[in-house]
C-alpha cells in the first residue's frame, strides 16, 4: 500500500479492488469490457487511494500539443453531428488534438467511460455533450483538475452551453395558440436514467408550462414517448392519432420524432395542416426538406462556444461560466 511519500500505483488499486492489474487496466481504459460491479470496486478504489497513472510515453510526445476529449453519444445523429462540427471549428488552426469518444445515450444509464477517463491522464481538457454527470464523477473531474466543458447539461461548479429548451416548448405552444389549435399532444423520447431531465423533458416542460398558462390542459393520453425500450416513433406517431379523440395539434422533440408523425398523418390521410399541425424541434436539413415548422437551436454555435469555453479555462483559470443560447421559432408548411 501507498505510503504517506510514495503516490498509489496501479498494484495498490488492484489490491485494494481484489481485482488483477490488467482488470484496473481494463475498467480504466476499455470500462464497457468490464461489469458494472467490478468497475464500481476499482474506482471506489481509484478514489480512495488518489491514483492517478503516470504520463505515458505519447502524452510525453506531444510537443505542446492539447489532447481535448469529447464525450458524446450517437455521434452519428444529426444533432450532434452538427454541435461536433462547430468544436471542430473552433479548434481548427489551433494547436490541439481532437479525440471523439462515442457512448451510449444517457436515456438508459451513465456512461461507463465518463466514470473511468478522468483518471487515465490521456486528455489535457474534456467536452461532455448530453451526458450528465453524477456526484461521484464531478468529484473526480474536480479533484483530478480535468478541465471540463459541459453542453446541453448542467452541474454546479462547471462550465456550462446549453440551449433553453424550456423556452423552445413554450415558443411551440404559443405559435400553435396563435393558430386557433385546443386539442393538443406531444411525441418524445423515452428515458430511463433519473440523472438529469433530458432535453425532451424539458421541452414537455415549456409546452405544458405555456398550454396550462392559457387555461389548456395536455391529456396524459396525449403524451407519447419513442425509442429505448418504448415503442418506435412510428409506432408512437401513429398510436397518437388514430385514437378517435386525437389531437389537432402535435409538438414534437425533435425533426425526427416529426418526420415519424407527419408519415404516420399520411398514412391515417390526414391533411397536414388542415387536419393535423405538427411543429418539431431542431431546424436540420430534414425539417427544411418537409417544409417543417420547428424550433431552431444553434447547434453549431452550441460546439463552438463550449470549445472556446475551454481554451479560455485550459489559459486562465476562473470561475463557472453559464452560456445559455437562445432558440427561435421557424414557420414553415406544417403549422
Known amino acids: 500500500m501507498p505510503t504517506p511519500t510514495s503516490p498509489a500505483t496501479i498494484y495498490d488499486v488492484a489490491t485494494r479492488a481484489g481485482v488483477s492489474i490488467s482488470t484496473v487496466s481494463l475498467a480504466l481504459n476499455t470500462p464497457a469490457r468490464v461489469s458494472p460491479q467490478t468497475r464500481d470496486k476499482v474506482m471506489n478504489a481509484v478514489d480512495a487511494l488518489g491514483f492517478v497513472p503516470k504520463p505515458d510515453a505519447v ?34 488552426r489551433r494547436p490541439l488534438e481532437i479525440v471523439l469518444y462515442d457512448q451510449p445515450s444517457a ?43 459541459l453542453c446541453d447539461v448542467r452541474h454546479p461548479g462547471f462550465d456550462t452551453v446549453h440551449t433553453d429548451d424550456t423556452a423552445g416548448g413554450r415558443l411551440a405552444a404559443e405559435h400553435l395558440l396563435e393558430r386557433g389549435h385546443r386539442r393538443f399532444g406531444f411525441l418524445g423520447h423515452a428515458n430511463r436514467s433519473d440523472l438529469y431531465r433530458s432535453p425532451s423533458q424539458r421541452r414537455l416542460d415549456g409546452y405544458q408550462a405555456a398550454l396550462t398558462q392559457a387555461g389548456h390542459t395536455l391529456r396524459p393520453d396525449h403524451i407519447r414517448t419513442a425509442g429505448h425500450g418504448a415503442p418506435s416513433p412510428a409506432v408512437a406517431a401513429t ?21 415519424a408523425l407527419l408519415r404516420a398523418a399520411q398514412h391515417l ?67
Open 107 to 149: 436515456a438508459a444509464a451513465a456512461s461507463p467511460l465518463l466514470a473511468s477517463l478522468p483518471v487515465t491522464g490521456r486528455l489535457d481538457g474534456l467536452i461532455v455533450v448530453s451526458l450528465p454527470l453524477d456526484h461521484t464523477v464531478a468529484a473526480r473531474l474536480t479533484t483530478l483538475r480535468l478541465p471540463t466543458v
Open 269 to 335: 390521410r390526414l391533411d397536414v395542416p388542415g387536419d393535423l399541425a405538427v411543429i418539431g424541434y431542431d431546424d436540420g436539413d430534414l425539417a427544411q426538406a418537409l417544409d417543417l415548422s420547428t424550433i431552431r437551436q444553434p447547434l453549431e454555435e452550441t460546439g463552438r462556444t463550449a470549445m472556446e469555453q475551454l481554451v479560455q479555462r485550459l489559459e486562465a483559470p476562473g470561475p463557472p461560466r453559464d452560456v445559455t443560447l437562445t432558440v427561435e421559432l421557424i414557420i414553415r408548411g406544417t403549422t
Open 59 to 92: 502524452a510525453r510526445a506531444r510537443r505542446g500539443v492539447g489532447r481535448i476529449g469529447v464525450l458524446a453519444p450517437h455521434t452519428s445523429h444529426p444533432t450532434v453531428a452538427r454541435r461536433l462540427n462547430g468544436v471542430l471549428r473552433a479548434a481548427d
Open 239 to 259: 398510436r397518437l392519432l388514430a385514437a378517435p379523440d386525437r389531437p389537432a395539434a402535435v409538438f414534437a422533440a425533435d425533426d425526427t420524432l416529426a418526420a
